[in-house]
């Protein structure tokens, strides 16, 4: 059963209450919070996806409730717990859906150490997937958005989940986070796009959540096999550019930038290895999505793999 | 009491017990099993005894990782105590692993999927400022923390201030004794020195005798004030056991060895509690000796009540009413053993109006 099947009022009893069984890709997380705008984002933004059967095993337990005590008045916040574990400080009650994003995030880089886990975009064609690790501010999240809505399917937007022995990548398929002017970008460049709730001021600016398509979700379990490595660069005014990126760097960029490369030593080294051997690794710079879209499809074209 | 309060333990001690769990049922025992920091033990165990085959896939993949990440923990410790061992080889003086770091130097069962964060080591209190020394020249720093702390470290315990790496960020902590200056207890440090013996890692890395590692173990059971590692506590204690309670001559030593080092009533709790809870096997022999650390009646009826409560995982499926009482009970205990009374109201003084007031001065900065 899907969340979508939920009116509005059961799902907030269920939040509220014994918790919502959430199925994201190859996790199931336990969500319970009374946040309203934690409640709202929820149904918007993971109307798709499949809740577990009662009496299923979860792989975390969350809850985002408010400190006890004086915060409930004065400059109310929202704390995020790990079953009895509060991993982070306390954020604005405003940000609540945003901390949630962000605990749900923590929760797979903190645990799932059987995957290596690389800090980047990844989305699918025909089977192959497309790699965008790329600092903050590159326009990774745009771009990622931006291929979405044409066509491509969302892996994730932040987190690379590489299976060390099978070589291929798992999906999450949750919703894809853009800051500041990107929301705007991603609103004109898809205008059916749905989006959850607005957080101003948070530590990476305003913040909105974008719906992973119906379909990504629908196939988050099968898994892609890594073909690109694209280090994506907005670049004002410039024609879009593919130009060869070398691989020992690649590799030592991933490395430093993977949530777990020295916890899983030599499998994620070998691991890392494989991927680069069987990608093609570009530098990739663009001004208009459109072009960058037009660049992806050419890559992407069947005489081309 | 919750019903779910045993779950842990039992799946700890009789693996069977899991061959019929539903999914609910192992949600929260690898619940409880994170909160408790055993469940690369759990996983440990359930592959001795051939139950892992048995384990749900979405189960399984949990503890497997949990089990890999200690293990990877354990290479790790083993380069670190290589580090140590190279930064103090100009120091004179017998060089003694503790705790997790000893179980794995000396390669003894109870190191499986053991975790820990810090490195422990116990040496001669007149070679604790060369050995400080050395290892800053190899890069550790002592932590930074305030003065009250650095005098708290330095008049009343029985370890310096913590020292992190700068570049790895492990820590190191440098004993002269097992407990504190301050505590009822005075173990002699210096036999503890001299019973020590060379580990399989390395002769450098020295560990304390079976019979003193056991009781440093027992030490631990209830000085800590802390509940939180509590019945992995027991479990390193029932394991030391196991492993070296094979020989009949280990008893007989135990037991002697405890009286001197002043630690009978520890070895009682700890014998008390792990052969009730975990099963651990005392010889019969071994019965009448124990009474020496014997308290009397109301005493051990008070503690039986706090152990109950003090060994089930701190989480929420294993508490009732009165769990947060016990606890509270159990810290101050820990505290009282380790200083005397007009030192302790001081420290928890200090620790509860001093400390916030100074952090939040600094904050405000």
């Given amino acids: ?305 | 009491m919750p019903s779910d309060a045993h779950l842990l333990r039992q799946s700890l001690c009789d693996p069977a017990h899991t061959a019929h769990l539903n999914e609910i049922e192992w949600d929260l025992l690898i619940r409880q099993a994170r909160r408790a920091g055993l469940a690369p033990r759990l996983r440990h165990v359930l592959g001795e005894a051939g139950y892992i085959e048995r384990t749900p896939e979405p189960i399984r993949r949990h503890l497997d990782t949990a089990l890999f990440v200690a293990n990877r923990h354990h290479e790790a410790l083993r380069w670190e105590i290589a580090r140590i061992l190279e930064a103090v080889e100009a120091v004179d003086a017998p060089i003694v692993f503790l705790k997790g770091a000893a179980y794995v130097a000396a390669g003894l069962p109870v190191a499986a999927g053991r975790i820990f964060s810090d490195v422990d080591i116990l040496v001669p209190k007149e070679k604790i400022e060369a050995i400080e020394a050395a290892l800053m020249q190899y890069g550790w720093a002592p932590m930074k923390i305030n003065a009250y702390d650095q005098r708290y470290y330095r008049q009343w315990m029985h370890e310096i201030p913590p020292l992190e790496h700068v570049r790895r960020q492990s820590v190191i902590d440098v004993h002269h004794n097992i407990l504190p200056l301050t505590a009822r207890y005075h173990p002699d440090a210096a036999l503890l020195l001299e019973g020590s013996r060379p580990s399989a890692l390395d002769p450098r890395a020295r560990v304390l005798a079976p019979w003193d590692m056991v009781l440093h173990c027992a030490t631990h059971l209830f000085h800590e004030g802390e509940t939180n590692r509590s019945l992995r506590d027991l479990i390193d204690f029932d394991g030391l056991l196991r492993h070296f309670g094979t020989d009949p001559a280990f008893w007989d030593t135990l037991f002697p060895r405890a009286q001197i080092l002043e630690l009978s009533r520890p070895l009682f709790y700890g014998l008390r509690y792990a052969s009730r809870l975990l099963g651990t096997p005392v010889p019969e022999s071994a019965r009448h000796a124990i009474e020496h650390g014997k308290p009397m009646l109301p005493i051990r009826f008070s503690m039986d009540w706090l152990a109950a409560q003090g060994f089930r995982p701190n989480h929420a499926s294993c508490a009732d009413a009165l769990t947060p009482l016990a606890h509270f009970l159990l810290y101050l205990r820990g505290h009282w053993l380790r200083m005397p009374p007009w030192l302790l109201v001081r420290h928890l003084f200090h620790k509860a109006f001093i400390t916030p007031k100074a952090k939040a001065a600094k904050l405000s900065r």
């Fill in chain 1, 1 to 305: 059963m899907n969340l979508s099947h939920l009116s509005s009022s059961e799902l907030a009893r269920a939040l509220a209450g014994p918790g919502l069984s959430l199925r994201t890709g190859q996790f199931t997380t336990r969500i319970q919070t009374r946040i309203p705008a934690a409640v709202e984002g929820i149904g918007t933004l993971y109307a798709d996806h499949p809740l577990a059967p009662e009496g299923s095993f979860s792989d975390f337990h969350v809850r985002l409730l408010r400190p006890a005590g004086l915060r409930r008045w004065y400059h109310p916040q929202v704390l995020f717990a790990f079953d009895d574990f509060i991993p982070f400080k306390p954020l604005p009650y405003d940000h609540a859906f945003p901390m949630l994003e962000w605990g749900l995030n923590w929760c797979v880089t903190s645990h799932a150490h059987w995957y290596l886990i690389l800090h980047a975009a990844v989305v699918e064609k025909n089977g192959f997937a497309a790699i965008l690790p790329a600092p903050p501010g590159s326009g990774k999240s745009t771009l990622c958005a931006a291929l979405v809505n044409r066509g491509w399917r969302l892996l994730s937007d932040e987190l690379t989940l590489i299976n060390p022995h099978s070589g291929r990548i798992d999906a999450l398929a949750r919703p894809v986070s853009l800051k500041n002017t990107s929301i705007d970008i991603i609103r004109s460049f898809a205008p059916d796009a749905v989006f959850g709730p607005l957080a101003q001021d948070t530590a990476k600016g305003t913040v909105a959540h974008m719906k992973p398509s119906a379909d990504s979700v629908a196939r988050a379990h099968e898994p892609a096999t890594p073909r690109w490595v694209i280090f994506p660069k907005y670049v004002p005014d410039s024609p879009p550019l593919l130009t060869p990126h070398p691989k020992g760097h690649a590799l030592i960029q991933f490395a430093e930038n993977a949530f777990n490369y020295s916890v899983l030593g030599t499998l994620g080294y070998d691991a890392l290895a494989r991927l680069i051997a069987q990608s093609d690794c570009f530098d990739f710079t663009y001004s208009r999505l459109d072009d960058a879209i037009a660049t992806f499809a050419d890559l992407a074209a069947p005489h081309a793999i």
